[in-house]
């Protein structure tokens, strides 16, 4: 008896032994996944940065330093804004690798008006998307070009062209969400252009939005949208 009872003593220790090891096995596991996890929401959060395209138009001072451009670049840009198309800020930047700059910088072109070879000024299009890009004109909506482009590159690649480009929007029929997607356009703005409709005229934009803005980001916003002919 005695014996049986030492026996069962050292079953005991043993699968409590076992229990801890393996306790502390999943607990390693468990810190390890989490810890992998977090590097992954890191990475994620890195990778949206490095996406990020600053706005010609939109960018401060300290913004345009930070891209390692010469005091002199800087100062054109900030003189000659708003830039109303993106050829008349490559026409200011003289430096020597501009498809390196402008995965930092750019003035987004219209979908519906850009020629297609423009288009290729975008870094990474070449000429089968700048094809595809015009081929489903005229685009009514962001949504629009997220699905008809999605076809041909996975959704962050589309995402990252939306940095490029914009859809401008009808005045009077515009939902929220499409005016959102304007290049520099907030909820604030985007009331405001809700507030006064039906607009009959573009005059009236001018006046009723010149309200809220000087006349240089007027200009700018002006080139988002369009009314309708009746």
Known sequence: MKNTTKLLIV???MGASLTSCKNSTEEKQDLNNSMETTDK???????????????????????LNG??????????????RPFLDMKDLDGVLQVANKEEL????FVPFNLNTTAE???????GVGDRMAHEF?????????????????????ENEVERYLNYVFVPVELNTASEEDILALPGVGKRMAHEFDEYRPYTNMNQFRKEIG????EKELARLERFVYLKSR
Do not use: H
Request: net charge negative; hydrophobic share 35%.
């Open 134 to 154: 015009e081929e489903y004109r005229p685009y009514t909506s962001v949504k629009q070009f997220r699905r008809e482009i999605g076809k041909y590159v996975d």
């Open 67 to 80: 891209l390692g451009l010469s005091s002199e670049i800087v100062s054109q840009i900030l003189e000659n």
């Open 102 to 105: 402008y995965k930092k910088i």
């Open 117 to 123: 070879a423009d288009f290729k000024m975008i870094p």
């Open 11 to 13: 079953f005991v220790l």
């Open 41 to 63: 929401e890191m990475d994620t959060e890195v990778d949206t940065e490095a996406n990020k395209v600053l706005n010609a138009n939109l960018a401060t001072e300290a913004d």
């Open 211 to 214: 309200k809220y803005v000087d």
